[in-house]
């Protein structure tokens, strides 16, 4: 048996985009990343430039999300980023009902954890690396290289925590998680692919 | 280039123990897990036994060891477990300068983490995995198996934490995390022998 959804989580600068889009390519699956925007944008209403921008990002509000459906009964007033990611939770299941794919970031992981066919992958590297790798890819903003890295890590972490109550990179929440800066991005792709079809 | 030295740290329960000693096998190294206990009863004078039983423990000192050289004028008696530890330490240092090898546990990350020769491997899996490999291999041993589990985490967690400051199982740690119980052992293998040549 294979598995039929590959879910990609990955620090920012570590090419876990690509990595995962070569992954898609070499297993001949549809890929998802910033391909979601699009279908949440269609689904949801919301501005495409909107969805990038906050896609990953939580609201101020306190409490867990997952709360909400213990506390129904209270009036709780829901956020745009809880009303986004809903949107895309149900975008996600509906997916991985519909295809075998590759997705990308959005606590796919999580939304999908009651499957048995999926892959978690996280994509992680040294702040050097990830230094080298922004910088190459994304230029200089003028904004201090290392802010830029705690800044992404932090956001991201605190989505997931948010909407997962888990922490972020705990490697328990995946079955495979590879130091792209270490291992490269080839063999990164390869070692993903084999443990796909080895399932 | 090739790593020269593979440290393999890994969840009770998870094979890791097996697997490193067929990544040995395969690259043809020294397999060093329970055979450091002799070369430390030799070195220190402790019995044999007392280091199996005691080599991943701590001591009740409060602060960590390693203030011990921030703090080097004040008084701090030292501890079997620290002296255990000392011993291995220097052990490892001088193993890894000497051959290329792979280590089984015991900080063998964190004690050679200046060398850029190395590839630190994390075994884990899930808890249901786990307790059928601990009942399979070891047996039954009365305790209740989920805390022969939790009993065995929380040693090693807090043996790592206190002669490392780092937290034992984050994947910034190492370079390629596996979970044994989803990829399968063989596998595993296979990835570690690949990334480790692939250097």
């Given at each position: 048996?294979?598995?039929?959804?590959?879910t990609?989580?990955?620090?920012?600068?570590?090419?876990?985009h690509?990595?995962?889009?070569?992954?898609?390519e070499?297993?001949?699956?549809?890929?998802?990343?910033?391909?979601?925007?699009?279908?949440?944008?269609?689904?949801?209403?919301?501005?495409?430039?909107?969805?990038?921008?906050?896609?990953?990002?939580?609201?101020?509000?306190?409490?867990?999300?997952?709360d909400?459906?213990?506390h129904?009964?209270?009036?709780?007033?829901?956020?745009l980023?809880?009303?986004?990611?809903?949107?895309?939770?149900?975008?996600?299941?509906?997916?991985?009902?519909?295809?075998?794919?590759?997705?990308?970031?959005?606590?796919?992981?999580?939304?999908?954890?009651?499957?048995?066919?999926?892959?978690?992958?996280?994509?992680?590297?040294?702040?050097?690396?990830r230094?080298?790798?922004?910088?190459?890819?994304?230029?200089?903003?003028?904004?201090?290289?290392?802010?830029?890295?705690?800044?992404?890590?932090?956001?991201?972490?605190?989505?997931?925590?948010?909407?997962?109550?888990?922490?972020?990179?705990?490697?328990?929440?995946?079955?495979?998680?590879?130091?792209?800066?270490?291992?490269?991005?080839?063999?990164?792709?390869?070692?993903?692919?084999?443990?796909?079809?080895?399932?």
């Open positions: 048996m294979s598995a039929r959804i590959i990609i989580s990955r620090q920012f600068g570590t090419g876990g690509t990595i995962g889009q070569k992954v898609a070499k297993l001949g699956l549809p890929f998802y990343d910033s391909e979601l925007v699009t279908k949440i944008a269609e689904k949801s209403g919301f501005d495409a430039s909107f969805i990038k921008e906050n896609a990953e990002r939580t609201s101020s509000v306190s409490g867990f999300f997952y909400m459906g213990i129904g009964s209270s009036y709780m007033p829901m956020s980023y809880d009303q986004l990611y809903i949107t895309q939770h149900n975008i996600i299941r509906e997916l991985a009902e519909k295809e075998s794919c590759v997705i990308v970031g959005r606590c796919a992981d999580y939304i999908l954890e009651d499957r048995n066919d999926t892959l978690n992958v996280f994509i992680y590297a040294d702040n050097d690396y230094a080298k790798y922004i910088l190459e890819t994304y230029g200089d903003n003028g904004k201090k290289i290392e802010k830029r890295i705690k800044d992404k890590d932090n956001t991201r972490a605190s989505y997931y925590r948010h909407y997962t109550n888990r922490e972020w990179g705990d490697p328990l929440n995946y079955q495979l998680c590879l130091n792209s800066g270490y291992i490269g991005a080839e063999k990164c792709v390869d070692i993903i692919v084999q443990v796909a079809q080895g399932k």
